[in-house]
């Protein structure tokens, strides 16, 4: 089972960036279908992006134009790049490996990582 470790998480201002890290341990990191998910208090995991093995990318859509979602095979790792955060992006931000069969949600997770945006 592929063991994932997020970084990259902070605080950060209405308006401002960040970019989120996982990184995947093992091999044939490219069989993967890589996401990142959220959670805020009180509200259910949510699916904001997720990438194939040979790039093709998902977004839902209350991320779709802020953040961008991408991967590099050979450092085993996937990124998530967020603009113009808003505070109601606060949340413990989670990184998800699962087979292209496996239903999403499945697999393996990440211990997450913690985004607060406030002024």
């Known amino acids: 089972q592929v063991q994932l470790v997020e970084s990259g998480g902070g605080s950060v201002q209405p308006g401002g960036s960040l970019r989120l890290s996982c990184a995947a341990s093992?091999?044939?990191?490219?069989?993967?279908?890589m996401a990142w998910y959220r959670q805020a208090p009180g509200s259910q995991r949510e699916l904001l992006a997720a990438?194939?093995?040979?790039?093709?990318?998902h977004y839902a859509d209350s991320v779709k134009g802020r953040f961008t979602i991408s991967r590099d095979n050979a450092k085993n790792t996937v990124y998530l790049q967020m603009n113009s955060l808003q505070p109601e992006d606060t949340a413990v931000y989670y990184c998800?490996?699962?087979?292209?069969?496996?239903?999403?949600?499945?697999?393996?997770w990440g211990q997450g990582t913690q985004v607060t945006v406030s002024s």
């Open positions: 998800n490996a699962r087979f292209v069969s496996a239903p999403e949600g499945s697999g393996s």
């Open positions: 093992g091999s044939a990191f490219t069989i993967y279908i």
């Open positions: 990438i194939t093995g040979g790039g093709s990318t």
